[in-house]
């Protein structure tokens, strides 16, 4: 496999792969919690840091312990405990270091520890065999991604509250899924600007 | 929580009046990704059932020994360690599926229904009504992915299960194998759902 640039991988990540509306990953935080554009943001903020660190994070268990010691089918138990271990370190961290930003970001940390796009992410790295730099840069950039598509989402939603009569039944997930399918549709677009698979 | 409940009650429950993905739309994210091939949905399914009947029979016997704090965490190791069996074997019988899958079997470890059962049903519950449950729920969630998957292949490939099932002059409709048709079907379905078998507390909307 030709070795792909970081900062592609990162656009890539961004618009073309994008990790909830191509890889469906992600999807039950994504459901629940686009009502309000505040919380979607806050989120989205706190899925980018985290995965753009597990994702590294594992990178360097996954290549510097679990292959030397040929424990490869042990990774999905490693990836999780290491997600798991890092997300309650870093709400630790923030609780005792920055209660302001604890405030805005605290509560939706534990949530991401069962968040699929975060294991995911962490997955494909190892079947795509990126190296470190490069699973930093599609960490982030998956993040980002999925930041950019719960945060439009939740601004649709919003307007859709006040302003739409739906049909019955229609309310709830159904439109909120209607609505993922052509924001997936339109990501559809950037399809062209850059490969990456 | 409902009273002890006869076994094909809470069998029924899950399978059709609290179906997971349409009633509750929870662990759609690993699953929803394969439901443009029938022979991927139906090997995931499989996967899916024996997680879910496992690893509830095993959250529920160990119920009385884990402790209240760390339970979160027993779970998800009880559940991680059924899914790597079901990934060994995918691997070893059904190689070319397992390419295919790609990483979406490990995938079925962050499914929330599993956890959501655990949480929510077997720790609280006696082995076999746990299993049963996780029987009818992940029955009433394959039975949606097959569903979905009815819809994708046919319009998508043309084919289903391998076999040509449209007529020869039929243009594939190449949106419903990509990522926007699962979940326009899926958006379309939970509200076909929701209109005909509307939840009678949920009237605010």
Not at chain 2, 41 to 46: F, G, H, I, R
């Amino acid at each position: 496999m030709d070795y792909i640039n970081p900062v592609t991988l990162f656009f890539a990540a961004v618009f073309t792969n994008n990790i909830l509306l191509t890889n469906f990953l992600g999807l039950c935080p994504f459901l629940s919690m686009s009502r309000q554009k505040r919380s979607a943001v806050g989120m989205g903020a706190a899925v980018v840091f985290v995965m753009a660190c597990t994702t590294a994070l594992n990178n360097l268990v996954h290549y510097k312990v679990l292959v030397p010691l040929g424990l490869e089918h042990f990774r999905y138990i490693v990836f999780i405990v290491v997600i798991a271990a890092f997300v309650q370190l870093v709400e630790m961290t923030v609780e005792r270091f920055f209660p302001a930003l604890y405030f805005v970001m605290g509560i939706f940390l534990p949530l991401i520890t069962v968040n699929c796009a975060i294991f995911g992410a962490s997955l494909f790295m190892v079947i795509r065999k990126y190296d470190f730099v490069q699973s930093l840069a599609y960490g982030a950039g998956s993040g980002l991604g999925w930041m950019l598509a719960i945060v439009a989402i939740s601004a649709i939603r919003e307007k859709l509250e006040k302003t739409a009569k739906l049909p019955r039944g229609l309310e709830g997930p159904a439109i909120t899924l209607i609505i993922t399918g052509l924001l997936a549709l339109a990501f559809l677009a950037f399809s062209g600007m850059i490969r990456v698979q | 929580m409902p009273g002890p409940a006869s076994k094909k009650e809470v069998f029924l429950t899950g399978l059709w009046k609290d179906n997971p993905v349409l009633r509750q739309v929870l662990g759609i994210c690993s699953t929803l990704a394969v439901t443009n091939l029938m022979v991927n949905t139906l090997v995931m399914d499989a996967g899916l059932i024996f997680t879910v009947c496992m690893s509830s029979l095993t959250v529920s016997l160990l119920r009385k020994y884990t402790p209240m704090r760390i339970r979160m965490m027993v779970q998800t190791l009880i559940i991680a360690s059924y899914v790597i069996i079901v990934d060994i074997m995918i691997k070893a019988y059904l190689p070319d599926i397992s390419e295919a899958l790609g990483p979406y079997v490990a995938l079925i470890i962050t499914n929330c229904i599993i956890m959501g059962r655990a949480e929510a049903f077997a720790r609280h519950n006696p082995p076999l009504a746990s299993f049963i449950d996780g029987l009818g729920m992940s029955l009433g969630y394959s039975l949606v992915l097959i569903a979905i998957a009815l819809v994708r292949e046919p319009l998508g490939f043309g084919t289903l299960l391998g076999f040509r099932v449209m007529p020869e002059g039929f243009v594939q409709w190449t949106v419903m194998i990509m990522a926007p048709g699962a979940f326009l079907t899926l958006g379309i379905m939970a509200w076909v759902w929701k209109y005909f078998w509307p939840q009678k507390e949920e009237k605010k909307g």
